[in-house]
């Protein structure tokens, strides 16, 4: 089971070699993108076709990996080759899993006021 939604959710754009398991995962979020991988962030990788993504994170005594593979589909995955890190939201991952492709979607602006009156 994935953690809780509280955490931080770091997509690497990058497609990956799949034959890396969790020391080749760990070892490129440390040494190729400089994040740590002992942080409370999930880190998301899909491989060449896009048809299998695999998610990294450390759970507070060993690293845990997750992984799916679809069938007959490819995962959406982010255009802007500008960011070699994609950061996404909990809700943004689950649609991510579900083949939605939120990355050609805008939503409404976020607001904040200071007061409401």
């Known amino acids: 089971m994935l953690p809780a939604e ?5 997509l ?5 070699d799949f034959r890396k398991s969790i020391d080749g995962l760990a070892s490129l979020v ?6 740590d991988p002992f942080s409370a962030e ?27 593979r679809l069938e007959k589909a490819r995962f959406p995955w982010p255009r802007d080759e500008s ?3 994609v950061e996404l939201t ?5 649609w991510l899993l579900d083949g939605i492709d939120f990355f050609r979607l805008t ?3 976020t ?7």
């Open 6 to 10: 509280t955490v931080g959710v770091q």
């Open 12 to 16: 690497c754009r990058e497609t990956v």
């Open 30 to 35: 440390e040494q190729t993108l400089g994040l």
């Open 42 to 68: 999930l880190y998301v990788f899909t491989n060449r076709r896009r048809d299998q993504l695999k998610i990294l994170y450390w759970d507070r005594s060993g690293f845990a990996l997750w992984y799916k």
């Open 83 to 85: 960011r070699a890190i």
């Open 90 to 94: 909990a809700r943004e991952l689950g």
């Open 107 to 109: 939503p409404h602006e």
């Open 111 to 117: 607001l904040t006021y200071g007061s409401a009156g």
